[in-house]
Structure formats: structure tokens, C-alpha cells
């Protein structure tokens, strides 16, 4: 699989995967680095760009990760038209709106939508929206030079975590198959003993959910609460109208579970409150 982050943030996540080349062919894409130093975000969108690494054509799929406020998103287009023919999932990530100057307002505005229009059409294979800002929450805050740092970890134990599941037999259950038009996503987490689900971005209209339950082996063997806790769980995403499902892996950590929640609906553009 093709890891590629584009711009400073999309870089910073990117390589966090480097300790799992076996897995992943890592690529970073920047302005010097990659990209050709542009002025100007339309300048980055005209960028005739091909990919100048070998190997590539070992990989059937790949996620990319930007951030679409900065003026090397711009290129991210053009980098998407190079991955025609691999199955991409893109990483969104939503800047703090409220701290960005009316110009990086503008360009997360359109990149936000066009973005989502090449999910709808089917270039993406999945858009998964994530908020900086729920994400400091979340995740919390670093220092003055590594602020995005726990933020950046996060995103990536995450999608670790998601992805270990996809290709390991669970315990319980079995991951959910999303409906070919089910193209936007996000995530949550929570602690699955105190039942709390935090969302990683607010996604209207879910329509699609699927639980990741990490539980420890001596709650796998000796708590019989576990599958009746999951399928309340179940029962209450129904309740909203989502097509619910939910799967059980070991764990060495806490009991604790991620969910992929899915939609087909075009997301509004979050306003900074």
C-alpha cells in the first residue's frame, strides 16, 4: 500500500508509518520536496506531476493525506489524477477554521468540496474527514514545535489499528462491507467499558456503521457482558436508521473499540465557531 502525504501535515502522518515498510511504500510531497516551489495555490493546481519513484506498481491502493487549507493541497489533484487505477482512500483533514486567515478559509472551502465530488464520482474510492480540532481534544496538544505531534500519532494508531483488523480474523463477528456509494467517512473512539464515543469529525447523515471492539483476553474469556454491551450498541446506531455491525479482536491494551461511520451525503463546509 502507497502511504503519501502531501504538505507539511499530510508528511508529518506519513511518515509515522516508516517503522512498516514491509507494508507500505512511503511518499512525502511537499514544496522543493517532490513539488516544484510555487507562489500561489492555482500555480500548485497546474502542476503537470508524475510520480518519479519505482515500485509503485507492486501497490494495488493507496491513502493519501492533506490538508486542505495550504497552498501545496493545491497539488493534490493533480497527484490524485497520477493514482488513476489504484484504489485511494483520501485523509482530510480539516484545519482549526478558526485560527486560518481568510485565504486558507478559502482554499479548505474549495478543495473541501471538490474533493468530495471526486469521492461521489468514484476517483476516491473513500473521503475520510478528520477536525484538527476535535482531534486536540481528542488527542491533545504538543509543544509550541511539535503542537500536531500527539494529533498526528493519533490519526495514525488509528488507521493502524483499523487496517490490523481488516486483515486479521476477529475473535467475534465480522468487519462491515460498505456500500459501494457509502464514499464519506470519519471515525470515532471511545472507552467500550465507560461507553464513551467521541466523533473525529461531525458527519451528517450517517447511513453506515461498524464497530472495531479491542477487548483483553481475560475479558474475552471470563466477561459474559461483552457481546449484550455490543449489541446495544448495535441496536441504538439502528434505532438512528444506520446499518450497524461490529466485530471483536484481543487486545493487549484497555477494552476499547474505533468505528468507521459512512454516508453518501455531501458534507457543508464546518463553520468555525
Known amino acids: 500500500m502507497l502511504m503519501i502525504g502531501i504538505g507539511e501535515a499530510g508528511k508529518n502522518i506519513a511518515e509515522l508509518f516508516k517503522p512498516h515498510t514491509q ?10 520536496q517532490g513539488l ?3 507562489d ?3 500555480e500548485y493546481d497546474e502542476i503537470d506531476f508524475k510520480f518519479k519513484q519505482r515500485g509503485l506498481k507492486s501497490h494495488t491502493e493507496a491513502i493519501v493525506f492533506v490538508c486542505g487549507s495550504g497552498k501545496v493541497a493545491g497539488a493534490s489533484l493533480r497527484v490524485l489524477e497520477a493514482l488513476r487505477g489504484y484504489e485511494i482512500t483520501l485523509c482530510y483533514i480539516v484545519p482549526e477554521l478558526e485560527f486560518c486567515s481568510k485565504e486558507e478559509k478559502l482554499r479548505n472551502k474549495v478543495h ?4 468530495q465530488q471526486y469521492a461521489r464520482s468514484g476517483m476516491i474510492n473513500e473521503m475520510m474527514l478528520l477536525d484538527n480540532k476535535t482531534l486536540l481534544d481528542i488527542a491533545g496538544a504538543g509543544t509550541v514545535t511539535n503542537y500536531y505531534e500527539k494529533v498526528n500519532y493519533f490519526i495514525y494508531s488509528t488507521l493502524q489499528n483499523i487496517m490490523y483488523c481488516a486483515h486479521v480474523t476477529p475473535a467475534f463477528g465480522k468487519p462491515h ?12 473512539y471511545g472507552s467500550f467499558d465507560a461507553s464513551d464515543e467521541k466523533m473525529i469529525y461531525p ?5 453506515e456503521t461498524c464497530y472495531y471492539i479491542n477487548i483483553e483476553e481475560d475479558d474475552l474469556n471470563g466477561d459474559d457482558t461483552i457481546i449484550p454491551k455490543c449489541k446495544e450498541i448495535v441496536r441504538k446506531n439502528n434505532d438512528k436508521g444506520r446499518e450497524t455491525s461490529f466485530a471483536i479482536w484481543e487486545s493487549s491494551e484497555e477494552n476499547h473499540f474505533y468505528a ?4 453518501h451525503f455531501i458534507q457543508d463546509v464546518i463553520e468555525p465557531q
Open 23 to 32: 507494508n507500505y511504500k512511503i511518499i512525502t510531497l511537499d514544496a522543493g
Open 36 to 38: 516544484d516551489k510555487k
Open 40 to 42: 500561489t495555490v492555482e
Open 112 to 115: 473541501y468540496n471538490v474533493m
Open 177 to 188: 462491507k460498505r456500500k459501494d456509494i457509502s464514499r464519506i467517512s470519519t471515525f470515532s
Open 203 to 207: 458527519l451528517d447523515n450517517v447511513t
Open 260 to 263: 468507521k461511520h459512512y454516508t
